[in-house]
């Protein structure tokens, strides 16, 4: 029995003292990571739907609050079809997204988690930038994971090229085009 005892001391002194295992930013880097692979995959996914010119799948990448939030779904949807041209060549994550998240303290057990988001892509004719809220999780309302915001602009018209695109700030649902602060 000494030696049960006397082993699961060894471990948790282990577990508990390891510098090794690595220190809470390396910790944090791998979760920014996750985030940032996420969000890359449903950018990509969002330009694929783009440059398909497949709205019913560009609709879908959105959450349906969003969409009715939206004054004109349908028109802004074909209007991002029209507006961004050629086929992307690369983008730059500006470093990867922002994250917000949290649980309801009212006792709901409400649970949430958005990504933010902002690219530089470059097409085989144009240069874009965009600017994406997009909510990876809601437990009390499943009608808004997707897409919220999506902002886009072309480089040239962007008077602040040098800082990440943030759209107007306001994060305004549905799709955005050609908007500054």
């Not at 700030?169 to 602060?181: D, F, L, V």
Request: proline letters at 2%; one cysteine or more; a negative charge.
């Amino acid at each position: 029995m000494r030696k049960v005892y006397l082993s699961l001391l060894i471990i948790l002194v282990l577990l508990l003292t390891s510098c090794s295992l690595g220190d809470s930013n390396m910790v944090r880097d791998l979760f920014r990571k996750n985030e940032r692979e996420t969000a890359n995959e449903r950018f990509e996914e969002l330009v694929k739907a783009i440059q398909n010119q497949d709205s019913d799948s560009l609709k879908l990448l959105f959450s349906e609050k969003s969409l009715k939030e939206s004054q004109n779904a349908e028109e802004d949807i074909q209007a991002l079809l029209d507006y961004f041209q050629g086929e992307m060549l690369s983008y730059n994550d500006w470093g990867g997204p922002g994250a917000r998240g949290g649980m309801n303290a009212d006792g709901t057990g409400r649970y949430w988690k958005c990504l933010y988001a902002t690219y530089d892509v470059e097409t085989t004719q144009d240069q874009y930038r965009f600017a994406m809220e997009f909510m990876l999780q809601d437990t009390a309302d499943a009608d808004n994971v997707g897409i919220r915001s999506l902002y886009v602009i072309r480089l040239a018209d962007d008077p602040n090229p040098q800082r990440a695109y943030r759209g107007d700030g306001e994060n305004t649902p549905g799709i955005n085009i050609n908007k500054n602060a």
